[in-house]
C-alpha cells in the first residue's frame, strides 16, 4: 500500500488518464481520514481541462477557500466551469474569471458580474446559458445515475431551437452557438429531452461535517451544494465546522459522506453579502431608489393579484417590491427559487444574516412556520405547478403571450436564471410587470417579440405604468383597466399591437 501511495503520475499523462489516476487514488485513501490539512491539498490534483462543480447561489455558501486555493495554482486552467452564476467581480468564482483558468462556464445567469459579461461578449469566455431548474436537475439526475430527462423548460425558446451564442469571435461574430434540443411528446405536451451533468470534481461549501463526510447545510446556503455533492467523481467539501462522528443526529443530515471524498476546516470567513438589503426606517417608498419610486404604482398593483392562502414566486425588482403592499390580514406563502419557502419582510440592520438571501441575492427573514431546502427541491416545486402565482418583470411581451426578459443579444446578458422554468409551469397564472414604453418611447407589447423568449404562450396578466391586459388565447389582448390619468386612445398610441376593450374598463390604481 505505501508503494501504491507513493507512485508517481508520469509527466506526459493526459487530463482523462490524470482523472482516472485521481479517481484511484481516491479509492486508496478510503480506509484512511477523509480530511485533508489544507485547501491548497485537497485541490492540487485537479488537472487541466477538468469539468469542475462550484456550489453556492451567488455569494451564499460559496467555497471560497478552495476557490482561492485553485487561484493560486496556475497550471489548473481550461476549467468547465459548472455553477449557478460566476459570483461578482473579483469575488468567488470572479476570482478565476480574473485569473484566465475558466474556459468554459455552464450557468442561468450572469447577474452584475461585469467582468464576466465583458468576457462573453468579447469572445474571451464560452457560456453555456441552461436554464436554472434545467440546470439543477441535469446536476440531481447526473448525481443519481440518470443519463437525461424531460423538461418543459425552454420549449418554443432557443433552448429548443439552438442558435444561443456560446462563443464570440472578437470582432462580435458568432464562433460557436447552441444545438437544437430533441422534442418529446408525453399526454399532448412537447417536452425537451436535457442531458444530466457530473463533474470530475464538485467543489461544496456545508456549514457542519463530520469526519465520514455526513453534510449540514444551514439555511438558503443549502442552494446547489447538495445535488452538487452528489455529481462530482469527486466530491472535495470545505466545512465551517468539522465534528466528531456522532455529533450530528441522522435525521439532520442532508448528504450522506458516501458521496464526500474530502474535507477541508474553512475559516475566517467574512461571509460577504451581495446585496444587503433591510427594513427602511421611514417605509419601504421612502427607502426605495428613485427607477422604482417611479414605478410605485405598477408594484401597488400587482399587490392585487395576492390571494390568501397563496403559493407565489416574485421576481427580482418590482415583483419583490409588491409583497410589501398585501393586504393586510390575508397570508401569502412567498417562494424563492434558490431554497425558502414563507419569505419575510427585508431583515432590520441586526437580524442581517448572510447564509439567508433571496433569489435577487437580498437578505432576507423567514416566516414562522418557512422551509429552506435545496435548489432541486425547490424546482421540483415549480415545475409541478405547486405556485398559484409567479410575477416577473419583461422586456417584451407579444400580443399571443411570449415573454422575452433575458437577453438582448451581442448587447446585454442577463441570463435567464429560473424565469424559464418558472414561466414554463402548466397550471401556475404568469403575470408581468413592467414599463409600457422603452427609454426612447418605443412600445414593449408587440405583436410579436424582437428578442430572444424566455417563454411561448405564458403569460397571463401584463401590469405596467398605463394599463392591465389580460391575455386572452387566441384572440387580441383585452384592455382591463387603466392607470389613473390614461385613456384608451394614449394606451392604443403607446401600444405595437391591437387590442380588444373591455366594457367596463376604467381607471383603477
Same mark, same amino acid.
Given at each position: 500500500?505505501?508503494?501504491?501511495?507513493?507512485?508517481?503520475?508520469?509527466?506526459?499523462?493526459?487530463?482523462?488518464?490524470?482523472?482516472?489516476?485521481?479517481?484511484?487514488?481516491?479509492?486508496?485513501?478510503?480506509?484512511?481520514?477523509?480530511?485533508?490539512?489544507?485547501?491548497? /491539498?485537497?485541490?492540487?490534483?485537479?488537472?487541466?481541462?477538468?469539468?469542475?462543480?462550484?456550489?453556492?447561489?451567488?455569494?451564499?455558501?460559496?467555497?471560497? /477557500?478552495?476557490?482561492?486555493?485553485?487561484?493560486?495554482?496556475?497550471?489548473?486552467?481550461?476549467?468547465?466551469?459548472?455553477?449557478?452564476?460566476?459570483?461578482?467581480?473579483?469575488?468567488?468564482?470572479?476570482?478565476?474569471?480574473?485569473?484566465?483558468?475558466?474556459?468554459?462556464?455552464?450557468?442561468?445567469?450572469?447577474?452584475?458580474?461585469?467582468?464576466?459579461?465583458?468576457?462573453?461578449?468579447?469572445?474571451?469566455?464560452?457560456?453555456?446559458?441552461?436554464?436554472?431548474?434545467?440546470?439543477?436537475?441535469?446536476?440531481?439526475?447526473?448525481?443519481?445515475?440518470?443519463?437525461?430527462?424531460?423538461?418543459?423548460?425552454?420549449?418554443?425558446?432557443?433552448?429548443?431551437?439552438?442558435?444561443?451564442?456560446?462563443?464570440?469571435?472578437?470582432?462580435?461574430?458568432?464562433?460557436?452557438?447552441?444545438?437544437?434540443?430533441?422534442?418529446? !411528446?408525453?399526454?399532448?405536451?412537447?417536452?425537451?429531452?436535457?442531458?444530466?451533468?457530473?463533474?470530475?470534481?464538485?467543489?461544496?461549501?456545508?456549514?457542519?461535517?463530520?469526519?465520514?463526510?455526513?453534510?449540514?447545510?444551514?439555511?438558503?446556503?443549502?442552494?446547489?451544494?447538495?445535488?452538487?455533492?452528489?455529481?462530482?467523481?469527486?466530491?472535495?467539501?470545505?466545512?465551517?465546522?468539522?465534528?466528531?462522528?456522532?455529533?450530528?443526529?441522522?435525521?439532520?443530515?442532508?448528504?450522506?459522506?458516501?458521496?464526500?471524498?474530502?474535507?477541508?476546516?474553512?475559516?475566517?470567513?467574512?461571509?460577504?453579502?451581495?446585496?444587503?438589503?433591510?427594513?427602511?426606517?421611514?417605509?419601504?417608498?421612502?427607502?426605495?431608489?428613485?427607477?422604482?419610486?417611479?414605478?410605485?404604482?405598477?408594484?401597488?398593483?400587482?399587490?392585487?393579484?395576492?390571494?390568501?392562502?397563496?403559493?407565489?414566486?416574485?421576481?427580482?425588482?418590482?415583483?419583490?417590491?409588491?409583497?410589501?403592499?398585501?393586504?393586510?390580514?390575508?397570508?401569502?406563502? %412567498?417562494?424563492?427559487?434558490?431554497?425558502?419557502?414563507?419569505?419575510?419582510?427585508?431583515?432590520?440592520?441586526?437580524?442581517?444574516?448572510?447564509?439567508?438571501?433571496?433569489?435577487?441575492?437580498?437578505?432576507?427573514?423567514?416566516?414562522?412556520?418557512?422551509?429552506?431546502?435545496?435548489?432541486?427541491?425547490?424546482?421540483?416545486?415549480?415545475?409541478?405547478?405547486?405556485?398559484?402565482?409567479?410575477?416577473?418583470?419583461?422586456?417584451?411581451?407579444?400580443?399571443?403571450?411570449?415573454?422575452?426578459?433575458?437577453?438582448?443579444?451581442?448587447?446585454?446578458?442577463?441570463?435567464?436564471?429560473?424565469?424559464?422554468?418558472?414561466?414554463?409551469?402548466?397550471?401556475?397564472?404568469?403575470?408581468?410587470?413592467?414599463?409600457?414604453?422603452?427609454?426612447?418611447?418605443?412600445?414593449?407589447?408587440?405583436?410579436?417579440?424582437?428578442?430572444?423568449?424566455?417563454?411561448?404562450?405564458?403569460?397571463?396578466?401584463?401590469?405596467?405604468? /398605463?394599463? !392591465?391586459?389580460? !391575455?386572452?388565447?387566441?384572440?387580441?389582448? %383585452?384592455?382591463?383597466?387603466?392607470?389613473?390619468?390614461?385613456?384608451?386612445?394614449?394606451?392604443?398610441?403607446?401600444?405595437?399591437?391591437?387590442?380588444?376593450?373591455?366594457?367596463?374598463?376604467?381607471?383603477?390604481?
Amino acid at each position: 500500500m505505501a508503494t501504491l501511495l507513493r507512485t508517481r503520475v508520469p509527466a506526459l499523462a493526459s487530463a482523462a488518464n490524470l482523472r482516472c489516476y485521481a479517481a484511484s487514488r481516491e479509492l486508496l485513501y478510503r480506509s484512511f481520514s477523509k480530511i485533508y490539512p489544507s485547501a491548497a /491539498k485537497a485541490i492540487e490534483d485537479i488537472p487541466a481541462g477538468s469539468t469542475v462543480l462550484f456550489g453556492g447561489f451567488g455569494l451564499c455558501g460559496v467555497p471560497e /477557500k478552495l476557490i482561492d486555493a485553485i487561484a493560486e495554482k496556475s497550471q489548473i486552467k481550461d476549467i468547465t466551469a459548472v455553477s449557478n452564476n460566476a459570483g461578482i467581480d473579483g469575488v468567488a468564482l470572479g476570482k478565476l474569471l480574473n485569473t484566465r483558468q475558466i474556459k468554459r462556464m455552464v450557468a442561468s445567469y450572469v447577474g452584475e458580474n461585469q467582468e464576466f459579461a465583458r468576457q462573453y461578449l468579447g469572445g474571451e469566455l464560452e457560456v453555456e446559458f441552461v436554464p436554472q431548474g434545467t440546470l439543477v436537475e441535469k446536476l440531481r439526475a447526473g448525481g443519481a445515475g440518470i443519463p437525461a430527462f424531460y423538461t418543459a423548460t425552454g420549449y418554443g425558446t432557443t433552448i429548443q431551437h439552438g442558435g444561443t451564442p456560446i462563443k464570440y469571435s472578437p470582432e462580435g461574430y458568432i464562433e460557436i452557438e447552441s444545438l437544437p434540443r430533441e422534442v418529446g !411528446v408525453f399526454d399532448g405536451r412537447a417536452y425537451l429531452k436535457e442531458r444530466s451533468i457530473t463533474g470530475d470534481f464538485a467543489l461544496v461549501k456545508a456549514w457542519k461535517a463530520d469526519e465520514l463526510g455526513n453534510l449540514v447545510f444551514r439555511g438558503a446556503a443549502n442552494n446547489f451544494n447538495a445535488p452538487m455533492a452528489t455529481a462530482g467523481k469527486i466530491t472535495v467539501v470545505e466545512a465551517e465546522e468539522i465534528v466528531p462522528v456522532g455529533s450530528l443526529e441522522p435525521n439532520e443530515i442532508h448528504i450522506p459522506g458516501i458521496h464526500v471524498h474530502r474535507i477541508v476546516q474553512g475559516g475566517g470567513y467574512e461571509k460577504k453579502i451581495e446585496k444587503r438589503t433591510v427594513t427602511a426606517e421611514g417605509g419601504l417608498e421612502s427607502g426605495l431608489p428613485a427607477s422604482m419610486q417611479k414605478r410605485i404604482r405598477i408594484i401597488k398593483r400587482a399587490a392585487r393579484e395576492f390571494k390568501d392562502g397563496m403559493y407565489a414566486n416574485l421576481g427580482i425588482g418590482m415583483p419583490m417590491l409588491a409583497s410589501n403592499f398585501i393586504t393586510p390580514g390575508i397570508t401569502v406563502h %412567498l417562494q424563492s427559487e434558490n431554497g425558502i419557502l414563507g419569505l419575510g419582510p427585508f431583515p432590520r440592520e441586526s437580524e442581517v444574516d448572510p447564509d439567508f438571501i433571496n433569489a435577487g441575492k437580498e437578505t432576507v427573514t423567514v416566516q414562522n412556520g418557512g422551509s429552506v431546502f435545496s435548489s432541486d427541491t425547490s424546482f421540483a416545486m415549480i415545475r409541478n405547478s405547486r405556485l398559484d402565482l409567479t410575477i416577473l418583470g419583461g422586456m417584451e411581451v407579444s400580443e399571443s403571450g411570449d415573454l422575452a426578459n433575458w437577453i438582448i443579444p451581442g448587447k446585454m446578458v442577463k441570463g435567464m436564471g429560473g424565469a424559464m422554468d418558472l414561466v414554463s409551469a402548466a397550471n401556475t397564472k404568469v403575470v408581468v410587470t413592467m414599463d409600457h414604453c422603452s427609454k426612447n418611447g418605443s412600445p414593449k407589447i408587440l405583436k410579436q417579440c424582437t428578442l430572444p423568449l424566455t417563454g411561448l404562450k405564458c403569460v397571463n396578466r401584463i401590469i405596467t405604468d /398605463k394599463c !392591465v391586459f389580460d !391575455v386572452v388565447p387566441g384572440k387580441k389582448l %383585452l384592455l382591463r383597466e387603466l392607470a389613473t390619468g390614461c385613456t384608451v386612445d394614449e394606451i392604443r398610441k403607446s401600444t405595437g399591437c391591437d387590442f380588444d376593450v373591455a366594457p367596463d374598463v376604467s381607471e383603477t390604481y
